[in-house]
């Protein structure tokens, strides 16, 4: 059974950094498109980016484009979202998904098979 469990989660003052991983596992994920999400109080979860396993291509949401870069580590079966310059506004609870699904690379988290518990960031002004 495929598992996700995010971590790196904190309070972190604005213009801060953090650095989430997703540990990825029960799973050959060779082919599987990785993405974070966020949502904050009040509102609906929304697309932050994407990678794909194999190539490494990266998709990201307009308002964390140039501040935030997502990697993967192949051998460690981790996704990385490294957060810079970070805003009050990024304050959400930040989840991992898997799209098992050959060669998609959607922003639509109805699109996405696998979810982990999420973890929070809060940024402070």
């Known amino acids: 059974q495929v598992q996700l469990a995010e971590s790196g989660g904190g309070l972190v003052q604005t213009g801060g950094s953090l650095r989430l991983s997703c540990v990825a596992s029960g799973g050959t994920f060779s082919y599987y498109t990785m993405a974070w999400f966020r949502q904050a109080p009040g509102k609906e979860r929304e697309f932050v980016g994407l990678?794909?396993?194999?190539?490494?291509?990266?998709d990201y949401a307009a308002s964390v484009k140039g501040r935030f870069t997502i990697s993967r580590d192949n051998a460690k079966n981790t996704v990385y979202l490294q957060m810079d310059s970070l805003k009050p506004e990024d304050t959400a609870v930040y989840y991992c998904a898997a799209d098992r699904t050959l060669v998609r690379t959607s922003k639509n988290e109805a699109e996405y098979d696998y979810w982990g518990q999420g973890t929070q960031v809060t940024v402070s002004s």
């Open positions: 990678v794909t396993w194999n190539t490494g291509t990266t």
